[in-house]
């Protein structure tokens, strides 16, 4: 632990890295065999407003409904999961969205696109864009560009973020 010579410890979390900290965090929630996602819904005042992670609607079993990727439609994951970004909406404080910012691990899908700025969110900031040449992505972009929603990668910072939730050692 370092310290600068006011005392005060150097090397903790920017907010960008502990914003998104928080949505991979809530991404270890989801039962997804394949792919985990989290989300951070943040406003102005740098206060969580929202989280969520991929994973079934409440009620539906995670332990009878499928998570194949591939198949006939009704028996892949597609047509039950509900993304992070959605979940997050879902999820928030209620209130206000507008002018907050989401952390998310992926680029939006153009369903979450659509959710994102219908409930107000002007800031998309995300890790991972691995799907960028998908119609699906081009017209998430499509939408957030005629919408004025920003986007933009994050640098982390820091390349990983330790919690433990035990004293041992």
Partial sequence: MRT???????????????????????????????????ACIVNGQKRIVG???????????????????????????YPYVCHAELN???NSVPGNLNGCA??????????CAKVIIQAGIREVVYLSDKYAVTDSVRASRRMFDQAGVSCRQLEPAHATVTIRLTDDG
């Fill in 4 to 38: 600068t010579t006011s005392g005060k410890r150097s090397g903790y979390l920017s907010w960008d890295d502990y914003f998104m900290a928080v949505a991979l965090l809530s991404a270890q929630r989801s039962k997804d065999p394949n792919t985990q996602v989290g």
């Fill in 51 to 77: 989280v969520g992670y991929n994973g079934f609607p409440t009620g539906c079993s995670d332990d009878t409904l499928p998570w194949c990727r591939e198949g006939d439609f009704l028996d892949t994951k």
């Fill in 88 to 90: 997050a909406v879902l």
């Fill in 102 to 111: 989401i952390y998310t691990a992926l680029f939006p899908c153009n369903e």
